[in-house]
């Protein structure tokens, strides 16, 4: 919680879809869907101060765009370091990629400006 008359911090979180393999729109939608959920899950017990901001806040999330895979691991090892929650999405295998693809990568939620150092750069889905 804010000190009374500062403000409070911003919470966003950050979906990064895997460009290269090529989701259909709905594919892609799912996949962050999935993202979202779990993700959610994890930093409830990591930083559950920081769910409970970014709930009270609107749930900012954002869909962004890596290229390639190596991309979306270097984007986890900076994560890792800055201490802000993250999970994989690996998808079943039923439609669109093979069992086990990773298909994104998402981080927070977290303090805005510090996953912005992780994600700020990426392209929009």
């Given at each position: 919680m804010a000190r009374k008359g500062a403000p409070e911090v911003a919470y966003k979180m950050s979906i990064v879809v895997?460009?290269?393999?090529?989701?259909?729109?709905?594919?892609?939608?799912?996949?962050?869907?999935?993202?979202?959920?779990?993700?959610?899950?994890?930093?409830?017990?990591?930083?559950?101060d920081w769910v409970d901001g970014w709930l009270r806040q609107g749930q900012k999330k954002i869909a962004l765009r890596a290229l390639t895979l190596a991309e979306l691991e270097a984007l986890e090892r900076q994560a890792d370091r800055l201490g802000l929650p993250t999970?994989?999405?690996?998808?079943?295998?039923?439609?669109?990629?093979?069992?086990?693809?990773?298909?994104?990568?998402?981080i927070g939620p977290a303090p805005e400006t510090e996953l912005d150092r992780v994600t700020g750069s990426l392209p929009l889905l």
């Amino acid at each position: 919680m804010a000190r009374k008359g500062a403000p409070e911090v911003a919470y966003k979180m950050s979906i990064v879809v895997r460009g290269e393999i090529r989701l259909s729109p709905g594919k892609a939608a799912v996949q962050v869907a999935h993202a979202a959920v779990l993700l959610t899950q994890v930093a409830a017990r990591r930083h559950p101060d920081w769910v409970d901001g970014w709930l009270r806040q609107g749930q900012k999330k954002i869909a962004l765009r890596a290229l390639t895979l190596a991309e979306l691991e270097a984007l986890e090892r900076q994560a890792d370091r800055l201490g802000l929650p993250t999970v994989w999405v690996e998808d079943a295998g039923l439609t669109e990629v093979a069992p086990g693809t990773r298909t994104c990568l998402g981080i927070g939620p977290a303090p805005e400006t510090e996953l912005d150092r992780v994600t700020g750069s990426l392209p929009l889905l």
